[in-house]
């Protein structure tokens, strides 16, 4: 069992950044893809960004490219997403998710991910 921590989220300008962090306990992320997904008020949860076992290959959704940036430390159990030029639409509950033996083309797919967290809020306003 993996037991899945997310912190971090708060309210900021447009424009500003905000760093998120995802803490694993239990079984830690050794050998688990990392996920982050958000969800939106009135919306379905969508992909956000993910992150391979060894950290080597990520993807990401396209409305977050070259503004978010996903990344993990094995030793520490943890898992971030770096949000930069945030806007107005990346307003959600920002949730990371864990799973073992995801292949590449699933890495953006809900239904992959075993473990998940309770969420943080990320509130971008002026």
């Known amino acids: 069992q993996v037991q899945l921590l997310e912190s971090g989220g708060e309210q900021v300008q447009p424009g500003g950044s905000l760093s998120l962090s995802c803490a694993a306990s239990?079984?830690?992320?050794?050998?688990?893809?990392v996920a982050w997904f958000r969800q939106a008020p009135g919306k379905e949860r969508e992909f956000v960004a993910a992150?391979?076992?060894?950290?080597?290959?990520?993807t990401y959704a396209d409305s977050v490219k070259a503004r978010f940036t996903i990344s993990r430390d094995n030793a520490r159990n943890t898992a971030y997403l770096r949000m930069n030029n945030l806007k107005p639409d990346d307003t959600a509950v920002y949730y990371c998710?864990?799973?073992?033996?995801?292949?590449?083309?699933?890495?953006?797919?809900?239904?992959?991910?075993?473990?998940w967290g309770q969420g943080t809020q990320v509130t971008v306003s002026s």
């Open positions: 992150i391979r076992e060894r950290g080597g290959t990520t």
């Open positions: 998710a864990a799973a073992r033996g995801v292949i590449l083309s699933q890495l953006s797919r809900e239904s992959a991910y075993h473990y």
């Open positions: 239990g079984r830690g992320l050794n050998g688990y893809a």
